[in-house]
């Protein structure tokens, strides 16, 4: 089987979520990679080294800039003329692609999987990772965004893929870029972090999450995630959100801070390695799935604690 | 402009969900049973767009078992116009249910047409992203803010890095994010007046759309269960835990 991955990259290096896809595709067959946008020659280089590569296409165009789906799918469906699955990574950038692709090529997408049990055959969670599911599809040609913290990291270096340039499919005029607010953090990127420090809605203002959470996951060179009602009350940006409808984290150490443990929560960092819960009232869920748990108000332990460390 | 809503009937997301002992699914017998919360804030914004005059009609519509029709009411109950449920036995995939929305949309010829970013039960995040396929329109997914001017649409998404904007000509796909607003609650008046408002019954086959699975679930099982740890006394103990882990020097 020959696969298409999409190469999620920031304009100049690709991002580690693709690393776990191409391990993903990898347990299919043979992997070519797709890398898009405007100026990314410097990408494509990168690319070709990641281990286990085949091919790197290559697709240099203003219209794919900005990885608009509208553009992008109808680029993806030509290359499918001659492949057999298409990964993306389970980002928000995958997310809104591959769907419109699977339509594009009447295949029926399979969301999210954990693991590839053979060609045709994959498990996938449902209703919040509170059920795992085991689905085959009975389509010709498969499309698969892949969970990055279920898969191995393919090694960035090592390989020298073939480099081969596609012509673009165009600007369909559908839609167009008007601008972003990305957040630049000289923290680790949350969903690649070793440890995490998450505040949830009992950190009770947007002053007192950065003077608590900050000093502590500074101290431990960890990211900074939040809960959905911490973003929702405006102490934390959006992009900060681990969970079900946010981002699935796996790291060393997820430290949970005032956090009560909601299923929506747990869905996105119960896999993390060792969960260290830090909450007032004993009976909180989170302490159900924390390997360690301290019972405490965070306002008087927390700052011991970043103290002491 | 007319504005299209579909809402999906699924468990209520205060249950936790079962997994049926002969691991063929998820136990949805007598269980709590609600409007996917994306889509309540879908049909909210409709609503405000209504408020503000951009929209001139709210069609809500549901494709599955006939009790949907509990959810569309409560859709009417809000303030849709009127409701179209199109019946089916048995889970129907994304990709159909785009393909009888697509067909609902060439009937109806939609300005927009807002969904939620994904079911939380399926959890597929799929729907929207292949309507707009198929119609071969704009799609602003992850919405958390939209401004209709003219012809145009400025969708603010909630993207891994932060915020995106994007400018879609009408028609155009939305799917909506957590952020987008805060759904209201139906009065019992609004609830009342909903029992008399419109609600078409249809067939797949009545669009002439083959809703036959791609997909056969193969087995469904619980995930590997975590075990609750110990609990330490103090921050002295949890400074040396996280020492002996190699967590901090
Ligand atoms: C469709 C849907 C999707 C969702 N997606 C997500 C998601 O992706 N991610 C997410 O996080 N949530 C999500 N939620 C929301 C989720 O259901 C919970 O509401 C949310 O996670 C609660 O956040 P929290 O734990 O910070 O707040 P709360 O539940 O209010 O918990 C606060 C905790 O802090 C403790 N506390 C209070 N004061 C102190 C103190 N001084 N010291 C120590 N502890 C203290 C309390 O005991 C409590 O346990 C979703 C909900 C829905 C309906
Ligand atoms: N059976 C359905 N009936 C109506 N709307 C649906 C149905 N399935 C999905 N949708 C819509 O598509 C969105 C995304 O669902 P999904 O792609 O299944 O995660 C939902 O929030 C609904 O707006």
Same mark, same amino acid.
């Given at each position: 089987?020959?696969?298409?991955?999409?190469?999620?990259?920031?304009?100049?290096?690709? %991002?580690?979520?693709?690393? =776990?896809?191409?391990?993903? =595709?990898?347990?299919?067959?043979?992997?070519?990679?797709?890398?898009?946008?405007?100026?990314?020659?410097?990408? &494509?280089?990168?690319?070709?080294?990641?281990?286990?590569?085949?091919?790197?296409?290559?697709?240099?165009?203003?219209?794919?800039?900005?990885?608009?789906? @509208?553009?992008? &799918?109808?680029?993806?469906?030509?290359?499918?003329?001659?492949?057999?699955?298409?990964?993306?990574? $389970?980002?928000?950038?995958?997310?809104?692609?591959?769907?419109?692709?699977?339509?594009?090529?009447?295949?029926?997408?399979?969301? @999210?999987?954990?693991?590839?049990?053979? #060609?045709?055959?994959?498990?996938?969670?449902?209703?919040?990772?509170?059920?795992?599911?085991?689905?085959?599809?009975?389509?010709?040609? %498969?499309?698969? /965004?892949?969970?990055?913290?279920?898969?191995?990291?393919?090694?960035?270096?090592?390989?020298?893929? $073939?480099?081969?340039?596609?012509?673009?499919?165009?600007?369909?005029?559908?839609?167009?870029?008007?601008?972003?607010?990305?957040?630049?953090?000289?923290?680790?990127?949350? /969903?690649?972090?070793?440890?995490?420090?998450?505040?949830?809605? *009992?950190?009770?203002?947007?002053?007192?999450?950065?003077?608590?959470?900050?000093?502590?996951?500074? %101290?431990?060179?960890? &990211?900074?995630?939040?809960?959905?009602?911490?973003?929702?009350?405006?102490?934390?940006?959006?992009?900060?959100?681990?969970?079900?409808?946010?981002?699935?984290?796996?790291?060393?150490?997820?430290?949970?801070?005032?956090?009560?443990? *909601?299923?929506?929560?747990?869905?996105?960092?119960?896999?993390?390695?060792?969960?260290?819960?830090?909450?007032?009232?004993?009976?909180?869920?989170?302490?159900?799935?924390?390997?360690?748990?301290?019972?405490? #108000?965070?306002?008087?332990?927390?700052?011991?604690?970043?103290?002491?460390? | 402009?007319?504005?299209?809503?579909?809402?999906?009937?699924?468990?209520?997301?205060?249950?936790?969900?079962?997994?049926?002992?002969?691991?063929?699914?998820?136990?949805?017998?007598?269980?709590?049973?609600?409007?996917?919360?994306?889509?309540?804030? =879908?049909?909210?914004?409709?609503?405000?767009? +209504?408020?503000? !005059?951009? *929209?001139?009609?709210?069609?809500?519509?549901?494709?599955?078992?006939?009790? *949907?029709?509990?959810?569309?009411?409560?859709?009417?109950?809000?303030?849709?116009?009127?409701?179209?449920?199109?019946?089916?036995? !048995?889970?129907?995939?994304?990709? =159909?249910?785009?393909?009888?929305?697509? &067909?609902?949309?060439?009937?109806?010829?939609?300005?927009?047409?807002?969904?939620?970013?994904?079911?939380?039960?399926?959890?597929?995040?799929?729907?929207?992203?292949?309507?707009?396929?198929?119609?071969?329109?704009?799609?602003?997914?992850?919405?958390?803010?939209?401004?209709?001017?003219? #012809? %145009?649409?400025?969708?603010?998404?909630?993207?891994? !890095?932060?915020? @995106?904007?994007?400018?879609?000509?009408?028609?155009?796909?939305?799917?909506?994010?957590?952020?987008?607003?805060?759904?209201?609650?139906?009065?019992?008046?609004?609830?009342?007046?909903?029992?008399?408002?419109?609600?078409?019954? +249809?067939?797949?086959?009545?669009?002439?759309?083959?809703?036959?699975?791609?997909?056969?679930?193969?087995?469904?099982?619980?995930?590997? +269960?975590?075990?609750?740890?110990?609990?330490?006394?103090?921050?002295?103990?949890?400074?040396?835990?996280?020492?002996?882990?190699?967590?901090?020097?």
């Amino acid at each position: 089987m020959k696969t298409l991955v999409w190469v999620e990259h920031d304009g100049s290096a690709v %991002k580690d979520a693709t690393l =776990a896809t191409v391990t993903a =595709a990898g347990k299919l067959g043979e992997v070519h990679l797709l890398v898009a946008g405007a100026n990314v020659g410097g990408v &494509a280089e990168a690319a070709a080294k990641i281990a286990g590569v085949g091919k790197v296409h290559v697709a240099d165009d203003a219209a794919y800039g900005h990885a608009l789906a @509208e553009n992008v &799918a109808p680029l993806v469906v030509e290359l499918m003329g001659h492949h057999d699955a298409f990964l993306a990574p $389970a980002t928000t950038t995958g997310k809104n692609i591959a769907p419109r692709v699977a339509a594009l090529l009447d295949v029926m997408q399979v969301s @999210e999987i954990l693991s590839v049990e053979s #060609d045709d055959t994959f498990t996938r969670p449902i209703y919040a990772g509170n059920a795992i599911a085991t689905v085959k599809s009975s389509d010709a040609k %498969k499309v698969l /965004t892949v969970r990055g913290t279920a898969f191995e990291k393919a090694a960035a270096e090592g390989g020298s893929a $073939a480099i081969e340039a596609v012509s673009a499919t165009g600007d369909k005029g559908l839609s167009q870029f008007v601008g972003a607010e990305i957040a630049a953090s000289e923290r680790p990127e949350l /969903t690649s972090a070793k440890i995490i420090v998450s505040g949830g809605r *009992a950190l009770g203002s947007d002053e007192q999450f950065h003077a608590l959470i900050d000093p502590l996951a500074d %101290k431990l060179g960890a &990211a900074v995630g939040a809960s959905r009602a911490a973003v929702d009350a405006g102490y934390a940006p959006n992009d900060y959100q681990v969970g079900q409808t946010g981002k699935i984290v796996a790291p060393e150490v997820y430290i949970a801070v005032g956090i009560s443990g *909601a299923i929506q929560h747990l869905a996105g960092m119960k896999d993390s390695k060792t969960i260290v819960a830090i909450n007032k009232d004993e009976d909180a869920p989170i302490f159900q799935v924390a390997d360690i748990g301290l019972v405490g #108000d965070l306002f008087k332990v927390v700052p011991e604690l970043t103290e002491k460390l | 402009m007319k504005v299209i809503v579909p809402v999906k009937r699924v468990l209520d997301y205060n249950v936790k969900p079962r997994v049926k002992a002969d691991g063929s699914g998820v136990d949805l017998a007598n269980v709590k049973m609600s409007m996917n919360p994306f889509d309540e804030i =879908a049909v909210e914004e409709a609503i405000r767009l +209504k408020e503000k !005059g951009v *929209a001139t009609e709210i069609v809500a519509v549901s494709i599955g078992e006939a009790k *949907a029709q509990e959810t569309l009411r409560t859709a009417l109950a809000m303030g849709a116009d009127r409701a179209i449920l199109v019946t089916a036995e !048995g889970p129907v995939e994304p990709l =159909a249910v785009a393909k009888l929305l697509k &067909a609902i949309c060439d009937e109806e010829a939609p300005g927009l047409v807002i969904l939620g970013k994904q079911a939380i039960d399926d959890d597929n995040n799929q729907t929207g992203q292949m309507l707009a396929a198929l119609t071969g329109w704009g799609q602003g997914t992850f919405a958390s803010k939209i401004e209709v001017d003219g #012809d %145009k649409v400025q969708v603010t998404r909630e993207v891994d !890095g932060g915020l @995106e904007t994007v400018s879609l000509s009408t028609p155009a796909i939305v799917t909506t994010d957590l952020r987008l607003n805060e759904p209201r609650y139906a009065s019992l008046p609004n609830i009342m007046k909903a029992k008399s408002k419109p609600l078409a019954q +249809k067939t797949p086959a009545d669009y002439g759309v083959d809703t036959a699975p791609r997909l056969t679930i193969v087995s469904v099982a619980e995930p590997a +269960k975590r075990q609750a740890g110990a609990k330490v006394a103090d921050v002295d103990e949890l400074v040396t835990k996280l020492k002996a882990m190699g967590v901090a020097k």
